[in-house]
């Protein structure tokens, strides 16, 4: 199992761009057999999927953030990077990058998120 | 509001069998596999069932899932103190073009 590791600024203030980044170590980033996704987690509520990247670049965003986000990935370093622009206080959460596992089977598509990073708090807050 | 819906709590006493239910809809767990997540304190989630009721390695057959029409549910037999986590059940939506996730359920084990 590869290990992912997320960095990047604790603290982003209200209006700023927040920047993160997942460092993927016994692992490839540019494999095809997955992509990488990013999942956040308000303080004591539950989980929203942020959205994932393949290896290609082709991104995947949920819809109510989809404006405000940004993917990329970057096999030189063997890393994948989110920026959501524009943030407010609701979104304080820890964010967590994973490895989205995938393949067809005779009933359908068959996709897993798995290993997760540790998961980094981030704050919005002046 | 949570695209699924899941019960906020479930307890059981060791060695008991406790059921978590999942409900969604026909965009959701009606088109889709059903995925279960077991976060324990202060860790990150982590895959406990994919392809509904498929367990990744690692995990006991303790643990298993089912799927019928709109709702999946996750048992745990044989409860022990480690299973306390709270469980999460996710599945791709078809319609929000998005995964969502259950609010999530906190197991106490008494």
């Known amino acids: 199992q590869p290990q992912l590791q997320e960095s990047g600024p604790r603290l982003v203030k209200p209006s700023e761009t927040l920047s993160l980044t997942c460092t993927v170590s016994?692992?490839?980033?540019?494999?095809?057999?997955?992509?990488w996704g990013w999942i956040r987690q308000p303080p004591g509520k539950g989980l929203e999927w942020i959205g994932s990247?393949?290896?290609?670049?082709?991104?995947n965003y949920t819809p109510s953030l989809k404006s405000q986000v940004t993917m990329s990935i970057d096999m030189s370093k063997n890393q994948f990077s989110l920026r959501l622009s524009s943030v407010t206080a609701a979104d304080t959460a820890v964010y967590y990058c994973?490895?989205?596992?995938?393949?067809?089977?005779?009933?359908?598509?068959?996709?897993?998120?798995?290993?997760w990073g540790q998961g980094t708090l981030v704050t919005v807050s002046s | 509001q949570s695209v699924l819906t899941q019960p906020p709590s479930a307890s059981g006493t060791p060695g008991q069998r406790v059921t978590i239910s999942c409900s969604g809809s026909?965009?959701?767990?009606?088109?889709?596999?059903v995925y279960w997540y077991q976060q324990l304190p202060g860790t990150a989630p982590k895959l406990l069932m994919y392809?509904?009721?498929q367990r990744p390695s690692g995990v006991p057959d303790r643990f298993s899932g089912s799927k019928s029409g709109t709702s999946a549910s996750l048992a745990i037999s044989g409860l022990r103190s480690e299973d306390e986590a709270e469980y999460y059940c996710?599945?791709?939506?078809?319609?929000?073009?998005?995964?969502?996730f259950g609010g999530g359920t906190k197991l106490t084990v008494l």
């Open positions: 994973a490895r989205q596992g995938h393949y067809y089977d005779s009933s359908g598509f068959v996709k897993w998120f798995d290993p």
């Open positions: 016994g692992g490839s980033v540019s494999s095809s057999r997955y992509s």
């Open positions: 990247i393949y290896y290609s670049g082709s991104t």
């Open positions: 026909r965009s959701n767990i009606g088109s889709d596999y």
């Open positions: 392809r509904s009721n």
């Open positions: 996710a599945a791709w939506d078809d319609s929000l073009t998005s995964w969502v």
